[in-house]
């Protein structure tokens, strides 16, 4: 049972990742055959974080990932992302990843002692 609940969740997080965020708690629930209400109880369980948090966590890293592949602008960036405004999007990733996107992007702009903590954080 425990492995199927597993798997459930490995099929969530990777269409996540494929769809970049863009996947509502309703679709996921569908995706795995089960309710909403038993699909919030369940993910937060086994992922042990809300749903709403994986979504952001995916979305973002498809933010960092346009960030570093490609020249749009954050404003772009953001809109691609579904963000209203791109404040928001900028508030949401320094507040996932420690600094601005447009430091992000250019690393170089980094002081040494935020990348100890960075490599602090990753264990490195």
């Known amino acids: 049972m425990a492995q199927q609940r597993t798997g459930r969740l490995d099929l969530v997080l990777r269409a996540l990742q494929e769809q970049r965020g863009q996947l509502t708690e309703s679709e996921a629930a569908q995706l795995v055959g089960v309710s ?5 109880h369940d993910f937060r369980r086994y ?4 749903f709403r948090t994986a979504r952001l966590q ?26 209203s405004d791109r404040t928001k999007f900028e508030k949401a990733f320094k507040k996932s990843k420690g600094v601005t996107p447009s ?7 980094l002081s040494p002692s ?9 264990g490195r």
Not at 47 to 50: E, I, K, L, V
Not at 62 to 70: N, V
Not at 114 to 122: G, N, R, T, V
């Open 36 to 40: 909403l209400s038993w699909f919030r």
């Open 47 to 50: 992922a042990a974080m809300s």
């Open 58 to 83: 995916a979305k973002l890293a498809h933010g960092a990932d346009l960030l570093t592949t490609t020249t749009l602008s954050i404003g772009d960036i953001s809109a691609i992302l579904g963000y």
């Open 103 to 109: 430091t992000y992007r250019h690393p170089s702009r």
């Open 114 to 122: 935020h990348i100890d903590f960075e490599q602090q954080k990753l």
